[in-house]
Antibody
């Protein structure tokens, strides 16, 4: 069974930075595209970023473009999300999800942006 | 961007009821649609892919149909463990977009 484990969440002040990680196992990580999705407390789901298997194609939601950077290390079976200039509205649970069609998800990591 | 809408936003039903949730896309997406179930405090779980294909391990009481702009998720006989929020997702183009969700109360 596919396993995705997010880490790196926590409390950060507005304007601060954070790096999220997603450790993948039990599948060939280098063969799949990956995504980050977030969910604000009590609200719905928002896709925020995509990276192709070779990192050649990357997309961002307008809400994070210019502030967040997605990357991956296929040798380490890991996906990352570098988040800069964080705002209160970035407070959410962040999930990594496998493949173009978001077939499998991790358990999520909570990011709280507050002073 | 493709906008996704869902109806109803919430519903109350009884065990054994047949439940239908509708998802509409603002433009045609073929069958590039998935349905997800989310329980409180848990990650979403995919139930249906390619609009009508049942994810392995998902009970057969769940089914999906539709193509183009209108899609449905049907639970043929609601069970207590089906209390959850259901989301549709279009994976036809970026940005990926989700429906706002349908909360099912038992």
């Amino acid at each position: 069974e596919v396993q995705l484990v997010e880490s790196g969440g926590g409390l950060v002040q507005p304007g601060g930075s954070l790096r999220l990680s997603c450790a993948a196992s039990r599948f060939t990580f280098s063969a799949y595209s990956m995504n980050w999705v977030r969910q604000t407390p009590g609200k719905g789901l928002e896709w925020i970023s995509y990276i192709s298997s070779s990192s050649s194609t990357i997309y961002y939601a307008d809400s994070v473009k210019g502030r967040f950077t997605i990357s991956r290390d296929n040798a380490k079976n890991s996906l990352y999300l570098h988040m800069n200039s964080l705002r209160a509205e970035d407070t959410a649970v962040y999930y990594c999800a496998r493949a173009d069609w978001l077939a499998d998800w991790g358990q999520g990591t909570l990011v709280t942006v507050s002073s | 961007d493709i906008q996704m809408t869902q109806s109803p936003s919430s519903l109350s039903a009884s065990v054994g009821d047949r439940v239908t949730i509708t998802c509409r896309a603002s433009q045609g997406i073929g069958n590039d649609l998935g349905w997800f179930q989310q329980k409180p405090g848990k990650a979403p779980k995919r139930l249906i892919y390619a609009a009508s294909s049942l994810q392995s391990g998902v009970p057969s009481r769940f089914s999906g149909s539709g193509s183009g702009t209108e899609f449905t998720l049907t639970i043929s006989s609601l069970q207590p463990e089906d209390f959850a929020t259901y989301y549709c997702l279009q994976h036809n183009s970026y940005p990926r977009t989700f429906g706002p969700g349908t909360k099912v109360d038992i």
